[in-house]
């Protein structure tokens, strides 16, 4: 069945699972998850475990995954990590799906989930094909916006060519920095990842593997989207589940 999706919005279950009342026991899911990952524990037999306790379903267990990490992941992130007020005068290199399909999202009002690295995630995937959506362009030109005012020299956007329809979106991203006159460049690579972690610039992502293994990074996506909720531009349907006490659980022997 074609995909005619017009917007990167939220799934038909979000509003109920991702609901209020649900957000303590997917906080506390989270602080066990990391927990158990701080002690060496198998990522899938922990999620399943913490999942089972909680009786979370299919996207509430992936909300919880992408949120969580363990202790040492977060203080190497934290380590590496820049704030936007030092990227004035450098250029920086852009995890182009996964910065523009969160953006995207938060602004079709799908869930955009507050993990405990302060990285802004979602629950969208391509799969490996990458639909243009109504938001498409409105995310380049606010994320292009945003990064121009912290003063970068230049950017390079990185998107995944195996991806389908990847070429489409580079001649996309082509058009508009020829029409702003943006100081950008944009890639294809068959691994943007290992570009990603072997740059000497820093990385705005939120992907986890390439945080774990990157030099600098910034937290880009949060930022953008934190922009836009403080001007009053557009309503972000955030989930905080940052468990900021996740270091003090005791729901997990």
Same mark, same amino acid.
Request: aromatic residues 6%.
């Given at each position: 069945?074609?995909? &005619?999706?017009?917007?990167?919005?939220?799934?038909?279950?979000?509003?109920?699972?991702?609901?209020?009342? +649900?957000?303590?026991?997917?906080?506390?899911?989270?602080?066990?998850?990391?927990?158990?990952?701080?002690?060496?524990?198998?990522? +899938?037999?922990? #999620?399943?475990?913490?999942?089972?306790?909680?009786? =979370?379903?299919?996207?509430?267990? !992936?909300?919880?995954?992408r949120?969580? %990490?363990?202790? $040492?992941?977060?203080?190497?992130?934290?380590?590496? $990590?820049?704030?936007?007020?030092?990227?004035?005068?450098?250029?920086?290199?852009?995890?182009?799906?996964? =910065?523009?399909?969160?953006?995207e999202?938060? #602004?079709?009002?799908?869930p955009? @989930?507050?993990?405990?690295?302060? %990285?802004?995630?979602?629950?969208?995937?391509?799969?490996?094909?990458y639909?243009?959506v &109504? $938001?498409?362009?409105?995310?380049?030109?606010?994320?292009?916006?945003?990064? !121009?005012? !912290?003063?970068? &020299?230049?950017?390079?956007?990185?998107?995944?060519?195996?991806?389908? /329809?990847?070429?489409?979106? +580079?001649? #996309?991203?082509?058009?508009?920095?020829?029409?702003?006159?943006?100081? @950008?460049e944009?890639? =294809?690579d068959?691994?943007?990842?290992?570009?990603?972690?072997?740059?000497? +610039?820093?990385?705005?992502?939120?992907?986890?593997?390439?945080?774990?293994? %990157?030099?600098?990074?910034?937290?880009? &996506?949060?930022?953008?989207?934190?922009?836009?909720?403080? *001007?009053?531009?557009?309503?972000?349907?955030?989930?905080? !589940?940052?468990?900021?006490? *996740? /270091?003090?659980?005791?729901?997990?022997?």
């Amino acid at each position: 069945m074609p995909d &005619t999706r017009k917007h990167r919005g939220p799934h038909p279950d979000d509003l109920r699972i991702f609901s209020g009342a +649900k957000r303590e026991d997917l906080r506390r899911a989270v602080v066990d998850y990391s927990l158990l990952l701080s002690r060496g524990y198998a990522e +899938k037999s922990s #999620l399943k475990l913490v999942g089972d306790h909680f009786a =979370l379903t299919e996207r509430q267990r !992936l909300a919880v995954m992408r949120s969580a %990490c363990s202790d $040492e992941q977060l203080a190497r992130r934290r380590a590496k $990590e820049l704030e936007v007020g030092q990227l004035a005068g450098r250029a920086l290199e852009i995890d182009g799906y996964n =910065l523009l399909i969160t953006t995207e999202s938060a #602004l079709s009002g799908a869930p955009i @989930f507050v993990g405990r690295d302060g %990285c802004m995630r979602d629950l969208s995937g391509i799969h490996g094909s990458y639909r243009k959506v &109504t $938001e498409t362009i409105p995310a380049i030109e606010l994320i292009a916006r945003y990064v !121009l005012s !912290l003063g970068v &020299t230049h950017v390079r956007w990185l998107f995944d060519s195996p991806v389908s /329809n990847s070429g489409r979106l +580079k001649t #996309l991203v082509g058009e508009l920095i020829a029409k702003h006159g943006w100081p @950008f460049e944009v890639e =294809l690579d068959v691994n943007p990842d290992k570009l990603l972690i072997a740059s000497d +610039k820093p990385v705005a992502t939120s992907d986890s593997n390439i945080l774990d293994e %990157c030099g600098q990074w910034v937290n880009m &996506t949060a930022r953008v989207i934190r922009s836009e909720m403080e *001007a009053g531009t557009v309503a972000v349907n955030l989930v905080d !589940l940052s468990a900021s006490h *996740a /270091n003090n659980s005791e729901h997990v022997p």
